[in-house]
């Protein structure tokens, strides 16, 4: 195994954000003894996060790592070089995030599904691409309203569960995170790009996540592994798995522990090949 390619919340990190919290805000040191069993096997941990590039950044920057995705795969950074999956999107004078805003794509989900989806604050906020919601919308549903609007080059992204929500939501069965980004945005396209910037063979090559988005991935690598608490946030996401042509596994942990379970059992499985 060359690579690790991993979501943060809800996969890397335990509730709260925290790197120490299990499932029940318990410490365990379980994601650092995955970082640390990559680290003896010299295989580079890359996160791939919705969060701003600062956030992510820095959490790089503490797991010892030159190389990060952000906002739900607008951009990888492969040793402080930024590379932009943004198409014609392209940061200026006025932020990608801006420049979406002034097309009106926001303000009309906004309206569209008022009691249904709301900016997540207060995480919404100082972002350089993604306008991030909560709720719970069919992703592809917005996704032919952006088009019949003249937004084609725009698409909603599910990226997991949310633990948040205002009253305005109060009676929606869950709570979901979503990220508008342009088109050519995603979490596969960024590690598709790292891959290759690296050199790295895909198939030795894993991903770890709690999403449809980071399900996406999976065509992409030699193996993806879901986190046990992505089915109980999403029990649909089986449905999705299907069509993986069986790269996908379920980790019997949530977190970390999932994490460390995909890794050493990945390194175990290929050690004994």
Same mark, same amino acid.
């Given at each position: 195994?060359?690579?690790?390619?991993?979501?943060?919340?809800?996969?890397?990190?335990?509730?709260?954000?925290?790197?120490?919290?299990?499932?029940?805000?318990?410490?365990?040191? /379980?994601?650092?003894?995955?970082?640390?069993?990559?680290?003896?096997?010299?295989?580079?941990?890359?996160?791939?996060?919705? #969060?701003?590039?600062?956030?992510?950044?820095?959490?790089?920057?503490?797991?010892?790592?030159? /190389?990060?995705?952000?906002?739900?795969?607008?951009?990888?950074?492969?040793?402080? =070089?930024?590379?932009?999956?943004?198409?014609?999107?392209?940061?200026?004078? !006025? @932020?990608?995030?801006?420049?979406?805003?002034?097309?009106?794509?926001?303000?009309?989900?906004?309206?569209?599904?008022?009691?249904?989806?709301?900016?997540?604050?207060?995480?919404?906020?100082? !972002?350089?691409?993604?306008?991030?919601?909560?709720?719970?919308?069919?992703?592809?549903?917005?996704?032919?309203?952006?088009? =019949?609007?003249?937004?084609?080059?725009?698409?909603?992204?599910?990226?997991?569960?949310?633990?948040?929500? /205002?009253?305005?939501?109060?009676?929606? &069965? &869950?709570? #979901?995170?979503?990220?508008?980004?342009?088109?050519?945005? @995603?979490?596969?396209?960024?590690?598709?790009?790292?891959?290759?910037? !690296?050199?790295?063979?895909?198939?030795?090559?894993?991903?770890?996540?709690? /999403?449809?988005?980071?399900?996406?991935?999976?065509?992409?690598?030699?193996?993806?592994?879901?986190?046990?608490?992505?089915?109980?946030?999403?029990?649909?996401?089986?449905?999705?798995?299907?069509? &993986?042509?069986?790269?996908?596994?379920?980790?019997?942990? @949530?977190?970390?522990?999932?994490?460390?379970?995909?890794?050493?059992?990945?390194?175990?499985? #290929?050690?004994?090949?």
């Amino acid at each position: 195994m060359c690579c690790l390619y991993v979501d943060l919340d809800g996969t890397l990190l335990g509730p709260g954000g925290a790197i120490t919290h299990d499932a029940d805000r318990r410490f365990t040191l /379980s994601a650092m003894r995955a970082v640390e069993a990559c680290a003896r096997a010299e295989a580079e941990v890359v996160l791939m996060s919705g #969060r701003r590039q600062a956030g992510v950044a820095e959490i790089a920057r503490l797991l010892g790592q030159t /190389s990060y995705i952000f906002e739900a795969g607008s951009a990888v950074v492969l040793e402080g =070089e930024e590379h932009w999956l943004t198409g014609e999107w392209r940061p200026g004078a !006025r @932020s990608i995030h801006d420049q979406i805003d002034d097309c009106g794509a926001p303000a009309l989900l906004l309206e569209r599904y008022a009691g249904r989806l709301e900016y997540h604050d207060p995480w919404h906020r100082n !972002r350089e691409v993604s306008h991030l919601f909560r709720g719970l919308v069919d992703a592809f549903e917005v996704d032919a309203l952006l088009a =019949e609007h003249g937004h084609g080059g725009l698409r909603l992204v599910d990226n997991g569960a949310a633990h948040g929500r /205002s009253e305005a939501l109060g009676d929606l &069965q &869950q709570i #979901r995170v979503y990220h508008l980004v342009p088109e050519g945005s @995603s979490k596969a396209a960024a590690v598709v790009t790292h891959m290759r910037m !690296r050199g790295y063979d895909p198939a030795d090559c894993i991903a770890v996540g709690d /999403s449809r988005e980071d399900l996406a991935v999976a065509p992409h690598v030699g193996a993806f592994w879901l986190v046990a608490n992505a089915l109980a946030s999403d029990p649909t996401i089986r449905d999705a798995i299907g069509a &993986q042509d069986g790269k996908v596994r379920i980790a019997e942990a @949530s977190h970390g522990a999932g994490v460390y379970e995909a890794v050493v059992t990945t390194l175990a499985e #290929r050690g004994a090949g």
